[in-house]
């Protein structure tokens, strides 16, 4: 107990001393943190002992996430937006039902020993990306703003999308497997979960939303607590819709888009605060990817599992992008660009320790596959971010001179 | 679970909103997290079950007291402290353990049930007292400069020092119940001291160094300059902890120094490391509220409150009169820096490490204590600012 916790404190307090110096370089924080956790994990020195199942952990997973989720959607702010929604839009409803297809086909052909709602669950966990590891793309000048705005509100948006669709898979996979529940109860159980989500999502943050300009205007928020609201108020709303027996994901989605919508004044600088806590979270949980989830899922490592990472990276996800950008006006290069950025990391970390949590009995194939895919995508993306850049940059000045 | 983090977050959101209007008025942060906490745990409406022995509010507990005293300690400026050493080290060297003493004195003859190493051990937990409690008086410009840099020193130091005491008496009394000799529980403890302080100095010197050198270099982002300190200092007190040492002392030892080499840098640092310590503390006062009062109820006898009534007053504010006699000070400012020695969040740490130790009355002890924290929670909170007002007027008293 005390020995993780102090391994973990000292890396916090290192990392936090050399986090500007690491910025330079093409190694961002989650290869760093993942590859730390691996070292010192069971695989490594064994230094770190975690466990996934230990509820604390998991527990970690989902508050990181619900963190993410809720910060990011309240960051998406749709209609500050200074191109058309039609980019994220197309990515979103018609790029994101299409990869997730595709991804099960791949499966389909890939995987045998699987069941067809396991596979349709790999392919669910491995469409949303990570908005904090595209960031080297998205905060580069050098990539025309439209490109930019895109990926940056798809990856936002993508993951809260994602978790009813894996939550009813998720069903439908264990009711497969155990007697005695059928399938429509299982649907019914999901509905019921997201409905309650929304619900409490949309009612704690138009509350609190209310009391909070109230107050500020009151000036009655200090100084040292105005750190705290957003945090506390995406861990309410997460909480109270887990405890009610729905889905605290969806609850922090909503919640956060509506706090984006509704708080508009105030928003930067009560945000910073949460997206503080979300990045040291998310420090956390990579460190607990790279001890725990990869150590757990190796014994299932095979070739499939290397080919389906692959073309989850490639031309799952990069067809269907191709595809629906058709018509927007953009370059053939550009289309690509967009396809191949579309890193995987934190939600399918969380979705992966969900799942594992369930012990279905393809668990460690899908974690393994899961694992393999978000580690060849922090080391792809993390590489090609700047030289892909460059060089999209000059593939566009060209054709503008010419 | 999700019910009680839905509740413990939504009442911190609440909070945070009123926060501002709630240090304006009488009533403290503390006051208000122990109330909500007794009123939601299962003594009212049982929305949390407050079992105090559960692993996570364990480490709650312990991290909330080693960040403060690694924030207290690193606070703890020395070049006010050479100059005017007279009133702290007066008040630690001599009037600690005269408190103490009298503490011991006192329960000892009040309550038949304890042994003497029980009331010793009474005596150490309420000699510790509160820097954050005293704020209001510690902050407030009527009382006089060289009183405020004294109770602020002190109370900041105080709960350090009353770290090894209560380890040696809690081993010599294990080591007395167990029967297996007070020698080798006194090895025990020096043991447990030496690697604290080994490696709260060890790795302050080293992670303090490699701070100022990435500094220099630019190496430090805003947003991670936030962690440094909370994370140095948790660092410390898990680290010895993990090597059997006692983590309290790494952390304060840690502080002490960090404050030495860090200097200029220290306040900007240590105010960040504030804000996590304070949001702990809270939690950790409303865990209070919800288990340790509710648990310990039923040990409650009247002879409670009259130590409870005691320790408040005479047990602490006659060695404290005493141990200033030659340091010039009126005798209205000597019962003033007697009586500000709120009780709170070391005293409730360190009651909960006994509970966890197996002291057999551990229980009755947790009970004094609840009670000496509550009644000093509800009198100081009253008293700071008519009595600070009131010093602030004697026309004696301005030097």
Redo the contacts between chains.
Sequence with gaps: ???N??IL??F????????????KTPFNGAVVFAAFGLVLGPLGLGLLSLEVDA??LS?LAELTLAMVLFTDASNANLRELKHSFHIPKKLLLIGLPLTILLGFVGGFLIFDGLALFEIALIATMLAPTDAALGKAVVTNEGVPSNIREGLNVESGLNDGICVPILFIFLALATSTGAEGSTTILALRLVTEAIGIGVVVGVGLTFL?VR??KQ?VD?????E??????VP??A??C???A??LGGS?FIACFVGGMLFGGLAKQHKHDLLLAA??TG??LALITWVVFGAAVVGQSIGAFSWQVVLYSILSLTIVRMLPVFLVLKGMNLTADEKLFMGWFGPRGLASIVFAVIVLNEHLPGGETISMTVVCTILLSVIGHGLSANPLVAALGARLRNSASS | ???E??IL??F??????????V?RAAASGPIVFVVSGFIMGPMVIGWFNGDVSR??IK?LADLTLALILFIDAANADFSVLKKKLCIPSRMLLVGLPGVIFLGTLTAAVLFDRLSLLEAAILGTMLAATDAALGKAVVTNKAVPKQIREGLNIESGLNDGLCVPILFLFIALELGHVEGSGTMHALYLLVQELGIGLVVGLG?TAV?AK??TW?LE?????E??????VV??A??CF??A??LHGS?YIAAFVGGLLFGYIAKDATHKLVLAA??VG??LALTTWFVFGAGVIGQSFDDFTWKMVVYAFLSLTVIRMLPIFLSLSSAGEKAASKLFLGWFGPRGLASIVFAIIVLNKGVPNAKFLAMVVVLTVFLSLVAHGISANPLSAALGKRPDSDN
Aim: charged share 15%; aromatic share 14%; hydrophobic share 50%.
């Design positions: 107990m005390y020995g916790l102090a404190a000292a916090v307090f290192i990392y936090s001393l050399v986090s500007g110096g690491l910025e509820e604390g527990l609190g009391m909070l107050f009151k000036g009655w928020v200090t040292t607590w105005r750190q705290l609201p506390a108020l861990v309410t997460f909480a109270v887990q405890w605290g997206e503080g990045d040291t | 679970m999700y019910l983090l839905g977050a939504l911190v959101f609440c909070y945070s909103l009123v926060a501002g209007r240090e692993d996570g480490v790795l992670g490699a701070f990435c270099k630019g190496w430090v982002t947003i991670w300059r936030q962690v440094v994370a140095l948790i660092a898990s680290m902890q993990s983590g504030e804000g304070e949001t």
